[in-house]
């Protein structure tokens, strides 16, 4: 079954454009990664999935159900992390989290000790009492103590230390082991390469690449970095050069033999030719750049 399916999904603000003919589809139990810079429009997907704004057209639906139609019964099974939460600042840490599970109608008390333990998470404090990352945990614990069947994720490291984001993305691993679909957005590139199988990239409202991470890593290109004289003009196949004081570094997709027979005009003091990682990448698709 698909856990999320769209179909010619679009969006405008007025004039201004959220999203565009979006075909997406997650299947349940995948580790789905969701990339793309600020205004790609991954924050409107997600508020449409989740049922809070109408489509301008298309469809979404959630297991097989409108999201719109069927929204309240769709909440039901997905829980939702976004990239900035709000709490009634007066309220204790276990309150907010018990007012989260009450809304569910759900005993979520075991579920919630464990999550909290393992986040470190003092639950007698009140949330305006919060750093913004233990904020941030409160609000894990809000969207995993239910065990819903789809998480949806927003931006959900961001306020975490290193030790912390490594637990968590332990957390999602074990829940999706256990059948949780997780769907994560992300401009983090490490984070979706650690832990997603498949990954769209949406750039500009449109989705322009989509497969497992290994597929879109997948490319003829090479990181070249050099110290010493070097004339680039003229060599077919240079990308984003970066020049500075320490060299220069581009990455190349042309014939190799033309890469030595160019290299060896020149005066090389150093050299490293390696495959480029994957967030050059994405970023590459980023700035407007096809498939490398």
């Given at each position: ?156 490291t961001s306020g975490l230390d290193p030790l912390m984001q490594k637990e968590f993305f332990s957390i999602l ?39 497992s991470v290994e597929e879109l890593s997948k490319t003829n290109a090479k990181r070249v970095s050099l110290h ?46 390696s495959d480029p990682d994957l967030e050059e990448i994405f970023m590459h698709y980023y700035t407007g750049g096809?498939?490398?």
């Amino acid at each position: 079954m698909k856990a999320i399916e769209t179909n010619r999904l679009t969006k405008y603000y007025g004039k201004s454009r959220g999203v565009q003919d979006l075909n997406l589809t997650v299947d349940e139990g995948e580790f789905f990664g969701f990339i793309g810079p600020n205004g790609a429009g991954k924050s409107t997907t997600i508020r449409i999935l989740l049922g809070l704004i109408k489509a301008s057209g298309g469809s979404a639906e959630i297991f097989g159900k409108n999201v719109f139609a069927y929204k309240e019964e769709n909440l039901k099974s997905i829980g939702y992390l976004p990239s900035e939460s709000a709490f009634y600042g007066g309220m204790k840490v276990k309150d907010v989290i018990k007012l989260s599970a009450d809304l569910r109608r759900t005993d979520c008390e075991n579920q919630a000790r464990t999550l909290c333990e393992r986040l470190n998470l003092d639950v007698h404090k009140k949330v305006n009492e919060l750093s913004f990352g233990n904020r941030k945990k409160v609000s894990i614990v809000c969207a995993l103590q239910h065990n819903p069947r789809l998480c949806i994720l927003d931006e959900p490291t961001s306020g975490l230390d290193p030790l912390m984001q490594k637990e968590f993305f332990s957390i999602l691993k074990e829940h999706n082991q256990r059948g949780m679909t997780v769907f994560l957005s992300s401009h983090i590139l490490s984070e979706i390469q650690r832990n997603c199988n498949r990954a769209a990239i949406i750039r500009d409202g449109e989705i322009i690449a989509c497969g497992s991470v290994e597929e879109l890593s997948k490319t003829n290109a090479k990181r070249v970095s050099l110290h010493g004289r070097f004339d680039i003009d003229g060599l077919e196949g240079v990308k984003d050069i970066q020049e500075s004081s320490d060299g220069t570094a581009f990455l190349y997709n042309g014939s190799i033999n033309r890469l030595v027979s160019a290299l060896s005009k020149g005066d090389i003091k150093d050299l490293t030719i390696s495959d480029p990682d994957l967030e050059e990448i994405f970023m590459h698709y980023y700035t407007g750049g096809s498939k490398l």
